[in-house]
């Protein structure tokens, strides 16, 4: 083994590490918002922030699961804000005072806008598909569940959907949906 | 003058029943609202009436109707149609939350109507809900 | 002077006579010391992260490969006994030397020994190893690092066997951790030396006796 390939070699894998550190270390829309302003990505905790404004938990998780904003990215949440007559085919309209202020902590901490991975992993990829963006349709989402039988899903009474989180990620509402702690009810823990 | 205490008694009884009935329930204060829009009288038979309606959406869908995601039985907790996460029962007697939040109501009603009925409701209708719940 | 390619005094066994600890040589300069440790602290935070505190864990990745690449860089232009051709040896004297340890009869090396030098290779390799697929898994399953734009169109299939392959070279190199502290801690009784402390302070006893 040649002195110049080590010296390569070595190059390469400083040059390697030295880009992802450099990668996780972006500082983006890093100034005051109204909304909470997230963690850095190395401290950050669980794979998405937690939801913590209470408006939103009550008014946008009073129907369902009180999906993280981190979920979504910025775009997608002005277009479900901005459609909320026909909310998947409910009426949830909401006064505009209200709903500003739901749309301005949504944007804040949006899948774009904060630093943990497995948040902006949803804004990586564009949404396919017609009508509101669904997080079910989210390229990040589907890769994450492709391995998943319907049947324990779709077929299941306990869990009826996809958009039903925390049906088997017990630990969705914390922001916690780590595969190593699915348990699909009537199926047990699933690890693909 | 020698006061029996059984006068005494049937005067408070008296007393505490008559306050009683002339002290507001729990949503009376929208009554009067729907009252000053120009509705009434109000009756919670009309209102079980149209509880049970159903209604065609305009374009496709199944048939709508209040039962759809608050069951029949108010008193006992519904399911939401699509995500079925559980609604709190909505009659006061199972929920003493119920009706007394008039902004949650009037939010509530401008969906639900909007999204069962096609339409908002009139305050007549509006008023004959708040008696059905209120009577249960 | 010894020469630097030969054991450091002939075979020295388990019956040698007490050496006076006065004579101590420096041996691992402070580049290779903190590369050791910063090394093994970093696997270390890798390994309890896991995924499931992802930032951490790929900060420990990004941060063993940086140290390698200094280190593979250090050993072309360090001191002696930091050098590669200091100690990496072809496989049949690694073999033999492995032979003399089992029969109590093995030399005594002021850099690393032959096994030492393997061990060193095999880990280096497996960390590094394990750091490339982990990038890779990075950017094909979580489209993040600086590999995603490169892996754009890799199949969910792949994603997924790219998590089974990082998964599997980084607990074939985790098994060499146990091995590898069993090694030290061999070598340290045979030849009578603490082996782990030089590795801190980078003294050890002369070669002379």
């Known amino acids: 083994m040649s002195k110049a390939f080590i010296a390569v070699a070595g190059a390469a894998l ?31 905790r669980g794979d998405l922030a937690a939801v913590t404004n209470a408006l939103y938990r009550t008014e946008c998780g009073g129907c369902h699961f009180a999906y993280q904003p981190g979920l979504l990215p910025a775009a997608s949440w002005v277009q479900v804000m901005g459609t909320l007559d026909n909310h998947f085919g409910d009426d949830a309209t909401l006064d505009q005072a209200l709903s500003d202020e739901l749309l301005a902590y949504l944007e804040a901490n949006a899948a774009d806008r904060n630093d943990r991975v497995r948040s902006r992993a949803f804004a990586a990829r564009p949404i396919q598909g017609e009508g509101p963006p669904r997080i079910t349709r989210t390229a990040y989402f589907q890769r994450k569940h492709d391995e998943v039988p319907v049947r324990y899903v779709k077929d299941n009474p306990k869990v009826g959907s996809f958009s039903n989180c925390q049906a088997c990620h017990r630990g969705a509402d914390t922001g916690d949906f780590n595969e190593h702690q699915v348990n699909i009810p009537g199926v047990g823990r699933f690890e693909d | 003058m020698n006061v029996k205490p059984m006068t005494v008694f049937a005067l408070a009884v008296g007393l505490g029943l008559g306050t009683h009935l002339v002290s507001a329930a729990t949503g009376d204060d929208l009554i009067t609202t729907y009252q000053r829009q120009g509705a009434g009288p109000f009756s919670a038979a009309a209102g079980a009436r149209a509880w049970t309606a159903k209604h065609l959406p305009e374009g496709p869908g199944e048939q709508r109707s209040c039962v759809i995601c608050h069951g029949t039985d108010l008193t006992k907790p519904g399911k939401h149609a699509t995500t079925g996460k559980p609604i709190e029962p909505l009659a006061v007697s199972a929920n003493s939350e119920r009706l007394t939040d008039p902004a949650k109501v009037e939010k509530w009603f401008g969906r639900n109507c909007r999204w069962t009925l096609g339409r908002d409701c009139t305050p007549q209708e509006k008023g004959d809900f708040v008696r059905y719940i209120q009577s249960l | 002077m010894s020469n630097p390619n030969e054991p450091a005094s002939g075979h020295q066994g388990p019956h040698a006579t007490a050496i006076p600890s006065t004579d101590r040589v420096r041996v691992w300069d402070p580049v290779v010391r903190f590369f050791h440790w910063a090394l093994g602290a970093a696997v270390l935070i890798a390994f309890l992260t896991e995924d499931e505190l992802l930032g951490p864990h790929t900060w420990a990745g990004y941060i063993a490969l940086t140290l390698i690449g200094a280190r593979l860089l250090w050993g ?134």
């Not at chain 1, 270390?25 to 918002?33: I, K, L, Y």
């Not at chain 3, 394990?130 to 950017?139: D, E, K, S, W, Y």
């Open chain 3, 76 to 209: 072309l232009i360090g001191p002696r006994h930091a050098r590669w051709w200091d100690f990496v040896r072809g496989p049949r004297v690694t073999l033999a030397y492995l032979g003399d340890v089992l029969r109590g009869r093995a030399a005594r090396y002021l850099g690393h020994n032959p096994a030492g030098a393997a061990m060193v290779i095999a880990l280096l390799a497996g960390v590094t190893a394990t750091a490339l697929t982990g990038m890779a898994v990075l950017g094909a399953g979580e489209f993040a690092g600086p590999l995603a734009p490169y892996l754009q169109g890799v199949s969910a299939t792949t994603a997924h066997d790219l998590a089974e392959v990082h998964e599997f070279i980084a607990n074939a190199t985790l098994f060499l951790i146990p091995l590898h502290l069993l090694g030290v801690v061999l070598a340290s009784l045979q030849h009578r030396e603490n082996l782990i402390r030089g590795m801190i302070d980078g003294y050890k006893r002369g070669a002379s006796q």
């Open chain 1, 14 to 44: 400083i040059a390697l590490g030295a880009s992802g550190l450099a990668w996780s270390g972006h500082d983006d829309d890093d100034h005051d918002r109204k909304g909470h302003r997230e963690g850095k990505g190395l401290m950050a």
